[in-house]
Structures are given as structure tokens and as C-alpha cells.
Nanobody, 123 residues
Framework: QVRPVESGGGVVQAGGSLRLSCSAS????????VTWSRQAPGKEREFVAG????????AYRESVKGRFTMSRDNTKNTVYLQMNSLKPEDTAVYSC????????????????WGQGTPVTVSS
């Protein structure tokens, strides 16, 4: 089982940018679709973005479209989430997970998430 490791979170003012990274520890993301999710305090985990194994297709939740961009570099075994124009409501712990189902537009509670990286957007 590939263990995702996230990094790149931090504290940023509204309107700022962050780039999150997700790497595969103990394996490779080769052949895996990868999704990003986030969980704010007291709220359920929600889908944020996803990408197919080839990187040819991406999907985003409505509230981040036009602001977030997901990409992957299979030579580096890393997936990225570029977040621009951040808003306070984007504050959450962001996690990534890989799957071999081909799902890049939804998440499941059984997906194997990393520990996550916290993002705080101040107003």
C-alpha cells in the first residue's frame, strides 16, 4: 500500500497562494489516480480535486474551480495542488490519497489518506 505524505501547508492571508505536494512513501503513484481532500474542524472530509494516473484529466469541487490547479510529475512520483486566491473558508487539513479504481472525481472513507498538511487562511 502506497503511503501518501503531504507537505506545503501553512498560514497565509486571504488572497495568497500555497502549493501543496503529495509524495508516495514506500512505493510509487504509477497507475494511481490521486485525489486531494480537506477536513475543517467539526466538518466532514470533502473532495477538493483529483487527477487521473496519466495526468490527462482533472476534477475540482465547484468552490475551488478557477483558483486551484492539480498536477502531477510522475518522474518525481509527486502530485501537486496549486492554490491561489485563497479564502478563509479554505482553511482545513488537506490530505491526499491514491486509488487504482480510476476515481479522480470523488473520495471514499476507505481511501488511505496521509496525515495531512494544515492550511490556515486569515482574513
Amino acid at each position: 500500500q502506497v503511503r501518501p505524505v503531504e507537505s506545503g501547508g501553512g498560514v497565509v492571508q486571504a488572497g495568497g497562494s500555497l502549493r501543496l505536494s503529495c509524495s508516495a512513501s514506500g512505493g510509487t503513484f504509477s497507475g494511481y489516480s490521486v485525489t486531494w481532500s480537506r477536513q475543517a474542524p467539526g466538518k466532514e472530509r470533502e473532495f477538493v480535486a483529483g487527477i487521473t494516473s496519466s495526468g490527462g484529466l482533472t476534477a475540482y469541487r465547484e468552490s475551488v474551480k478557477g483558483r486551484f490547479t492539480m498536477s502531477r510529475d510522475n518522474t518525481k512520483n509527486t502530485v501537486y495542488l496549486q492554490m491561489n486566491s485563497l479564502k478563509p473558508e479554505d482553511t482545513a487539513v488537506y490530505s491526499c490519497a491514491g486509488n487504482l479504481r480510476g476515481d479522480y472525481f470523488r473520495i471514499f472513507s476507505s481511501d488511505y489518506w496521509g496525515q495531512g498538511t494544515p492550511v490556515t487562511v486569515s482574513s
